[in-house]
Structure formats: C-alpha cells, structure tokens
C-alpha cells in the first residue's frame, strides 16, 4: 500500500468519527474546519471500499448502519493508536506530555478523584488529563471503544483483551440521619441486610451495581425492600439522606472523604457483608505512552497509600 493511500485511510476514518459525533455531516465538516464535500467524499470513499453503507442517512442527520458501529468501535481504537505513536516519539528526549483520558466509578471519584488530578497536574504538568466520572458499566463501554485509556471497574477480569490489576474490595456501608434510629444503634459495631431492607431506602436506579448487589440480598432473604426513590447522582443522594428523606447504602464510609457529617449514623452491613471487588484495567494490546504509564503509576500509588494509612474505611487491598 502506497505511503499517500494510508494517509487517506486516516482522513477517512478521522472524518468518519467526526460524522458519528457530530451526528451529521455538516456539523462534522465546521469541527473539521473542512467544507462539507470533503466529509462526503471520505465517507462515501470509504463505503465504497468497504461495500457497506456506514449510515442511514435523513433530514435530522446520520445515524449508524451496524456496519458503522463496528467500524466505529475500530476506529477509534485505530486513531487512538496513532496518537499513542506520535506522542511516544515526542516525548524521546523531552518531558512527559501527551493525552490521557481515566474513567473512575462515581462512589471511588468522592475517595481518589481529587487526589488523583491534583498529584496528575503536580507530577506530569505538560500532560492532559482527562477524568471521566461515571457508571463502572458506562465506563467499560468506553473504554471498549477506545474513548479510555484505562479506567477502574468493579468486578475482577470483567473484560477479554484488557489488563487487571486488582485493587480493592470495598465493603457496602448504610448511611441514615434518623435521630430515633441512631440512638437505638449508638455503639452498634453494624447493621444487618434484614434491618436495612425494612427502611426507606434512596437508591442508586438499575444497573447500578450497588443496587445490584442488594436486589440479591432481596433475592436470597425473600424479603421486600423499600426504594422511595431512584437517584443517580452520590453526593445529591447523600443530600437527601442528609435532609432526612430516607437512608441510603454506599461503599465510602469515611467521613474525609465521602462528604458524611458528624450527624450521620453510617454503618457497614452485616449478616451477611456484601463487599464490592474493583480493579484498574487496560487494553492489552495498546503500547502505553509515558504519559499513561505515569498516570497509572500515580493511580496505584494513591490507592495503596489510602489503604496503608487506613483512609480508605471499608476498603479490604486486593493489590500484591
């Protein structure tokens, strides 16, 4: 293949991602600062060579053929490659810089998140750090796709093809404001599944792992439990336990880090302990820069740091 024709295959792709993020190809030629006929003739360009239709296309815009999904998934592993090469040769001789995107789970964003970006931007300056706070299964999805360079997940080799380091356990923690139950519970060592299944409880909506892992609890006692409202949100949700709208069940216990006030009754679980294992995951086949090789270490040395000290309440270290 000819130097000139691989150089095309990247436009091509690069324009191909633009059209599916932009959701149309006229707003993918003003983010490309390209007129709009050179999106079309890439696009079309590469249909042709792949004799598949990438897109349906309509009046509101593109949408992906399932042709399109798949090449769009490989094509931002592709390009993601191509900025690994590019940064790698940039950094041979000179300080660490370059692009890193981390994804981090909402309830270990409230422990490591901050920590984290402000070690980041302290240790490697010239680096762009990118942290994406989310769902552990929002975040394997784009980590899949190649939008994460690595991300913490909870559950162990949870994905084919992609690097585990184990890190922590985190076991569930039932948190109240309810002045008659926190006199009834003063010096209580714990709480149990059956006691936290009888109050209203605020929850996390479905998939959400934490809900997850008590609607089996429900399973498994056959008892009912009480959800009076589904929020996604941590520290809205500590809100409104804080308000006195109802309890709540989450994996930080520490009052430093998860936003409690002296005010709270915040207990683990007990009879039976329902812990939560999370690990930090890599592809396997993508050459880390020294950018991500830094990042990484950081991350690491954070979390064996908060469970060395005991700042990490309610955490059980699964790292070597």
């Not at 004799?51 to 090449?71: C, E, I, M, N, Y």
């Not at 936290?196 to 609890?217: A, F, H, S, T, Y």
């Amino acid at each position: 293949m000819a130097e000139d024709d691989a150089l095309m295959e990247l436009r091509q792709l690069r324009y191909f991602i633009a059209a599916v993020e932009a959701g149309s190809i006229t707003a993918a030629a003003r983010k490309l600062h390209v007129v709009q006929s050179a999106v079309s003739r890439q696009i079309a360009n590469l249909e042709r060579e792949l004799g598949v239709d990438l897109f349906l296309r309509d009046k509101s815009g593109v949408q992906l053929t399932d042709a399109g999904r798949v090449l769009y998934r490989h094509a931002l592993a592709a390009t993601k490659h191509v900025e690994a090469a590019r940064s790698g040769i940039h950094e041979m001789g000179s300080e660490i810089r370059g692009q890193v995107s981390f994804g981090i789970p909402h309830s270990i964003a409230v422990i490591l998140g901050l920590p984290l970006l402000r070690a980041v931007r302290s240790e490697l300056p010239l680096v762009e750090f990118t942290l994406v706070e989310g769902m552990s299964g929002m975040l394997a999805e784009q980590l899949v796709s190649g939008r994460l360079d690595m991300s913490i997940l909870f559950e162990i080799d949870a994905l084919r093809g992609f690097e585990c380091q184990p890190l922590v356990s985190e076991r569930l923690h039932f948190v109240s404001a309810d002045p008659a139950l926190r006199e009834r519970l003063a010096g209580a060592a714990a709480i149990s599944v059956v006691d936290v299944l009888d109050r209203p409880l605020i929850l996390p909506p479905k998939p959400n792992g934490i809900r997850m892992l008590m609607e089996r609890q429900v399973l498994r006692s056959g008892l009912s439990m009480r959800v009076i409202a589904n929020l996604t949100g941590v520290h809205t949700m500590l809100a409104a336990v804080k308000a006195g709208l109802g309890d709540s069940v989450v994996m930080a216990a520490n009052p430093e880090f998860a936003g409690y006030d002296k005010d709270l009754l915040a207990l683990p679980i007990a009879d039976p302990e329902i812990e939560r294992p999370a690990a930090l995951y890599q592809a396997e086949s993508f050459a880390p820069t020294l950018a991500t090789a830094g990042v990484r270490d950081i991350a690491l040395r954070l979390v064996r740091d908060f469970l060395d000290t005991g700042k990490w309440t309610g955490a059980r270290s699964l790292m070597p």
